[in-house]
T-cell receptor, first 115, second 114 residues
């Protein structure tokens, strides 16, 4: 069975601190995709990144970076120099292609950036 | 930009009522999804549709049904609302194909059943 675990329910940091959100997944598939979504207070989930299982290169996009490690089944997300606008709930999700187009979501991590 | 809209942001219904939640997307996506979001549980898939009039059950379909008569519209129906269906409901759409495409979400409908 597929499963995504985000063990950190809530994180609170002061602005400009770096923060890492953990994501651990379980799957028996050799081909799969991992996603991160951001849900700001407005409620609409916003797509941040997609990574396939064959690409273990780390990705950086501005202040955001992602560390994908198949050996530990983890896909962690780091925000550098956090800002108040980063406050949101963040979800990690797992998808298996070739089959139903279903995403399995983690429980989400509520990130609060304090000024 | 892809736009997914949901008919209501907030809805209050009584136990036993039939409830319709509507979702419309404007990007000609084949796939559409209904999720519910509850604290500590993340998003759970209720139903999804991969084409007009086609649907498949998700992880928690009990107490729900869906309808997709037109490609752009996907409706979630609570046949007889119960208090344990109080939740945030999110609709999403995506392309289909060999790869996995990101899903685009609507703003959500917060449903309260009293």
């Amino acid at each position: 069975a597929q499963k995504v675990t985000q063990a950190q329910t809530e994180i609170s940091v002061v602005e400009k601190e770096d923060v890492t959100l953990d994501c651990v997944y379980e799957t028996r598939d050799t081909t799969y995709y991992l996603f991160w979504y951001k849900q700001p207070p407005s409620g609409e989930l916003v797509f941040l990144i997609r990574r396939n299982s064959f690409d273990e290169q780390n990705e950086i996009s501005g202040r955001y970076s992602w560390n994908f490690q198949k050996s530990t089944s983890s896909f962690n997300f780091t925000i550098t120099a956090s800002q108040v606008v980063d406050s949101a709930v963040y979800f990690c999700a797992l998808h298996r292609p070739r089959g139903a187009q279903k995403l399995v979501f983690g429980q989400g991590t509520r990130l609060t950036i304090n000024p | 930009d892809v736009k997914v809209t949901q008919s209501s942001r907030y809805l209050v219904k009584r136990t036993g009522e039939k409830v319709f939640l509507e979702c419309v997307q404007d990007m000609d996506h084949e796939n559409m999804f209904w999720y519910r979001q509850d604290p500590g549980l993340g998003l759970r898939l209720i139903y999804f549709s991969y084409d007009v009039k086609m649907k498949e059950k998700g992880d928690i379909p009990e107490g729900y049904s869906v309808s997709r008569e037109k490609k752009e519209r996907f409706s979630l129906i609570l046949e007889s609302a119960s208090t344990n269906q109080t939740s945030m409901y999110l609709c999403a759409s995506s392309e289909t194909g060999g790869e996995s495409y990101e899903q685009y979400f609507g703003p959500g409908t917060r449903l309260t059943v009293t």
